[in-house]
């Protein structure tokens, strides 16, 4: 809604955030920065995405310029309660800032958030860790809560990719998913975190890797 609905300001967005200071800051430095919906570890996975908005404060500018805010906007960013949203939703704050659009930081509880947010879809920005794996299907379907436009598109390609006869096939329909909602900049991808696990010297057969 609003702004949001312009491609031109989403990519703005995407431009404005420095993502490996994000990972450092937020992450510890530990994980992997994407661009899209997909991580290391997917057969369609490509390190190339992560370039597609590379920190570039000076062509979000002109972006929004562009899509017709030469001056910003402002916009609320809805936090869940957990250290990873919390952490970077002053940074996302401040790059944003520099760009010219002005974001209020609200707190909120997660059951007020799975029902205001994810439910209701009710915000303008939130920042939340998707955990389920390949979850580039929920681009597919109608009334999710970032409500995509596109979902009818997405969900034929992932229905010819999901009945391919090879695996080369599949990845191809998926990789078209990928470079549809990338270049409409659904989400700002951040980082996909490490697992890490601390072990105490002396145990014995713990998995490494």
């Known amino acids: 809604s609003g702004p949001l609905k312009n491609v031109l300001v989403r990519q703005a967005i995407s431009d404005a955030i420095d993502k490996q200071q994000i990972l450092k800051t937020v992450g510890g430095g530990y994980g992997t920065v994407i661009g899209s919906d997909t991580v290391p570890g997917d057969p369609w996975y490509s390190a190339s995405y992560a370039q597609t908005y590379a920190y570039d ?8 310029k562009q899509a017709g805010y ?13 250290g990873y949203a919390t952490q970077a939703g002053p940074l996302i704050q401040a790059y944003l800032k520099a760009v010219g659009i002005n974001v209020t930081i609200k707190d909120i509880q997660w059951p ?16 939340v860790d998707h955990v389920e794996a390949r979850d580039v299907s929920n681009y597919s379907t109608p009334g999710y809560y970032w409500n995509y436009a596109k ?18 096939a599949q990845v191809a329909k998926y990789t078209q998913v990928l470079h549809l909602i990338t270049s ?15 072990v105490k010297a002396g145990i014995k057969g713990m998995p490494i890797g």
């Open 184 to 198: 409409d900049a659904v989400n700002v991808w951040l980082y996909n975190p490490d697992a890490i696990s601390v």
């Open 112 to 127: 007020l958030w799975l029902s205001q947010v994810f439910t209701n879809r009710d915000f303008n920005m939130t920042i």
């Open 70 to 82: 030469p001056n910003g906007f402002g916009l609320t960013l809805t936090l869940p309660p957990y």
């Open 151 to 168: 979902t009818s598109q997405v969900a034929a390609l992932l229905n010819a990719g999901n009945a391919a006869s090879t695996q080369a």
């Open 57 to 64: 404060p000076a062509k979000a500018k002109q972006l929004l």
